[in-house]
């Protein structure tokens, strides 16, 4: 038989074809699928956790200042989940990012399992473990030769707040001590407090009561990105797209934010310009007669012209705005076009319950005096003070009813020795502290006296301090560091003991009241689980390295551990907190007339100062001062800003891996932070979606992707802040870069604290 | 048993997402993960490979300076019931190993992860870009394991994940109701962990078969102001996640047919 190709091939085909169809009907190739998949899936290394009796065990989180009640569902004795809490005023049941994700910090790498002391060099992450009677009595050695050496004033202590038992023990330890160096990271809250201080005469922290306020306009608070206490800010932020609510927001802002594009409208503004803008709107109401008229004329001072005691005549509050911010005027500072500026302030005089916020971003960076009392003005002015859906006051968690100090003259005289950065001084005399010019003070050669140690509780000064630079440089010539806090953050990477807290779902601890929150609401931290590693409650720090230096500082510290302490401190409150998770108290809702503390018990629009350090009179009249950024204009043509979110945390606790994941590739590329750019400035500038560019301004230089958003303004560059870290872990450290490296101090010029992260810059493709 | 089972109604669980409410603050994508023993890596900016049950997605209204917009948009599974509602949905229609499933009785789209073998068919298959390949294994970091829940089994490499609506959480409410002689559940007793978390209350989860479950009400009459949509309606997937905006250029984003969008590519705008 002759077989042809044509044959070859058909017979070839009809046997594939055969064969296909046949192995349908055997089940081997189904079994080899299916044994297959369970061969590749069978791996010993993928996880099997465990089962058990699930629960709910509730605390308070402690990662931002927010205070929200959380609920962490255990099985048996693992946390497996954290959730909000229902029913706490704070959050009700509503949680972010970050605290949803706390478990990754309870349980992952970058806690701190025990008392560590550096083994290599600074900043290596060589480290020696050592039992805690050896690094408290370390501590206590090396701080009672300073003390000994009549140089106890150069240590230093640093907080991250000025409230709460566990910051105030610290504090109390440097002022027993004899230490006037202790520095609290400032805020936005801090400056409006100060403001608070001058027009009404007692120092207190706001209270805004905006769920019953109608009109919200914000000077660049990011409203749902973390400014005040972030669940009860979105949800504020979400009554107002509830159908037929009444209740918007303005939003006043360089950059269209997530709050700029939620707000009922946002107001593009040229950065750091806000307080001209709130004064211009002061000078709208007052010149149409929109203001509260029984509020200004029965309860003010300083409103109008005044003369003093020589006879001097002063311009009041409304004479200055009248002369000084006509809409013109403010448009060309701000950008905001004239019209805008009367409609802005006519819409705010008219609405029922209009409350004005200050604080840019979250409120980390302090900001100007002058913009919060501006702000406040605008409070005042349309009466919005001690008024449902206004601002309140609120005393600071501070109320512990603790015994006196007792000082020895050791500890007074040292006290009495001036603060290494020059607050209280001539040159700064309106502050207390001036932690954002560490950076620079130590790094100056001509420096009133070197620091010899520096005790860090909580906080995170060399990430989140101005001038990066300088401040790590500076780290590094303090000779002893001890860092105290649960996560392996910048400032412990780079200290030279280590003594680990805690976390939050491991002790018992109060929280302050949730910065702008409506009443006193001071929260409770329970142990949710057993102190996993060799931890210890930082309180109970503080009182055992007093204990250990002996004599007046020890008999300070009268408390036998810090359970003791706590509950002393919270007296009659502990019952509360330790049934709802939480005390709470409503502000004082006096009237006009017992609101204010100043010596006529009337709001002052023009504060003035009396003190030793002013020769001539002081007046705290609030107005706007241009703050100038580094660099020339031809040098650095363009502008940088920092923006921030949720996801992006940049205190004193970092990005969580979760958190991480959640960053969009507009954020975060790789491992390079991605600017922000217009796209018309981009192009321009030779740069491409995406590509990749230097960005230098006159403090450093960095590389980053670039991203074309056209929510910025032209010759502007926005960068995430939260990222490049140097402490942490890899899936952290070493992303991005810290805006604080890139920018330069840019001082109040009233009080010295650094006003805003502005900084000029150019950008190259790379 | 069988006869409460007959009886048992048909729940057809869906979803409604007020944009105007959702700040994109990621607390949905955080929850979730935490939730679902979702895994990470070190670098998760490679977006197409990172593992995002729930992502939540970012619009422009593409204008210039100062009348630029952004909404963003968080992007379940949406639990498609396919054409007339028959469960025919994109992904369950091409898995060869019946990994992936519509169940008639919850309206949830299942994914087995025993039995899918890797083809990846119904990723190509899913409009919403809903379904992820388990490219590594799952690593956690030394110690983070203890945070690990029992309730969902770790995947393993070479399988596809996605967004289940927390259909352990329903298995659990209905493990209680059974108990206590119930074959029903009340509308809070089962909710995503999504929903619990969202800080903005912007999201709502029931079964849109149940009038009295707020999301059915909202589907059926959406509040005053705003208009519903579903992302690509036209491809008739019949998807169980609504979206509420008060936006034009959202829903006009949204309601785009894809014709529009690949003249528009061809075009070169």
Known sequence: MKLDRRTFLSIGAGAAAGGAVGSLFTPLPWKLTDDLSIWSQNWPWTPDPARGEVT??????????????????????????????????????????????????????????????????????????????????????????????????????????????????????ATVYGTPNVFVSRTAWDTYADALLHMQGEYAKPAFDLENSDYILSFGCGIIEGWGSPVRMIRVNAQVAEAGSGKTVVQIEPRLSNTAAKAGKWVAIKPGTEAALALGLCHVIIREGLFNDEFVSTFSQNFEDWVDEVHTEHRGFKRAVLEDFPPSAVEKITGVPRAQVAKLAREFAAAKAPVALFGTGKGEEAGTLY?????????????????????????????????????????????????????GTDRFPLASELPSRLGEVLADPKKPYPLHALLVYAADPAFTLPETEKVLAGLSQIDFVVYCGSQMNDTAAMADLVLPDH??????????????????????????????????????????????????????????????????????RLADMKENGFWEAEPDKGPWYTAFKTRTRKFDFAPRIISPAFPDTKILLPTYEALTPAGSESGFPLTLIPYENLRLAAQNVGDTPFLVKTLPDSSLMNQESVVEINPATGKAFGLREGGAAILSTPAGETRVRVHFYPGVAKNTVALPKGLGHIGYDDYLAGKGTNVNALVGLLPDPVTGHNAALIARARIVPA | MEAAESHEKQKMYGMVIDLDKCTGCGACMVACMAENNVPFRKDETDKFKSITWMRVYLLSNKKDYPYSDICYLPRPCMHCSGRGGHGHSPCVSVCPAVATDYSHATGI?????????????????????????????????????????????????????????????????????????????????????????????????????????????????????????????????????????????????????????????????
């Open chain 2, 109 to 269: 789209v299942s994914q087995i992860y025993t039995r899918c073998f890797g083809c990846r068919y119904c990723m190509g298959a899913c409009p919403y870009h809903a379904r992820y390949f388990n490219w590594w294994d799952p690593k956690w970091p030394e110690g983070m394991k203890e945070y690990l829940s029992p309730d969902v089994s770790c995947r393993m490499r070479g399988v596809v994940e996605k967004c289940s609506f927390c259909f352990h959480r329903y298995q659990r409410a209905m493990d209680l109701a059974f108990t206590e002689q119930r074959t029903e559940l009340e509308e809070n007793e089962y909710q995503t962990s999504c929903t619990q978390a969202c800080p903005a209350n912007a999201i709502v989860f029931g079964d849109l078969n149940n009038e009295e479950h707020q999301v059915a009400q909202l589907v059926s009459e959406p509040p005053e102001g705003k208009k519903k949509f579903r992302l690509l309606e036209q491809l008739d997937t019949n998807p169980k996640v609504y979206y509420l905006t008060s936006k034009d250029w959202v829903l006009s984003a949204a309601n785009r047919s894809v014709k529009e969008e690949a003249k528009k590519a061809e075009s070169g705008h």
């Open chain 1, 503 to 572: 976390t939050c779902y491991e002790k018992w601890q109060d929280v302050p009241t949730p910065p702008g929150f409506a009443r006193r609401h001071i929260g409770l931290t329970r142990p949710v689980v057993k102190p996993l590693f060799s931890t210890m409650q930082a309180g109970e720090t503080a009182i055992r390295i007093a204990k250990a230096m002996g004599g007046p500082v020890a008999e300070s510290f009268p408390w036998s551990d810090y359970i003791q302490c706590l509950e002393e401190s919270m007296g009659a």
């Open chain 1, 371 to 423: 913009g919060a009392m501006a702000v406040h003005a605008l409070n005042a002015l349309m009466g919005r003070i001690n008024q449902a859906g206004g601002v309140f006051m609120l005393p600071p968690d501070a109320d512990f009813n603790w015994p006196a100090p007792a000082m020895d003259a050791l500890a007074q005289r040292s006290l009495r020795e001036n603060r290494i950065d020059g607050a």
């Open chain 1, 56 to 173: 709910f065990a509730p605390t308070t989180c402690e990662l931002c200042p927010g205070g929200c009640g959380v609920s962490v569902r255990k099985v048996k004795d693992r946390c497996v989940k954290i959730e909000g809490a229902d029913g706490n005023p704070v959050n009700d049941g509503g949680i972010c990012p970050l605290g949803s994700s706390g478990l990754q910090i309870l349980y992952g790498p970058t806690r701190i399992k025990t008392p560590l002391k550096r083994a290599g060099k600074r900043g290596e992450g060589k480290w020696k473990p050592v039992t805690w009677d050896e690094a408290l009595g370390e501590v206590a050695a090396k701080l009672s030769d300073l003390r000994q050496k009549k140089l106890a004033h150069t240590a230093a202590v640093y907080v991250n707040g000025g409230e709460g038992t566990v910051n105030n023990l610290f504090l109390r330890l």
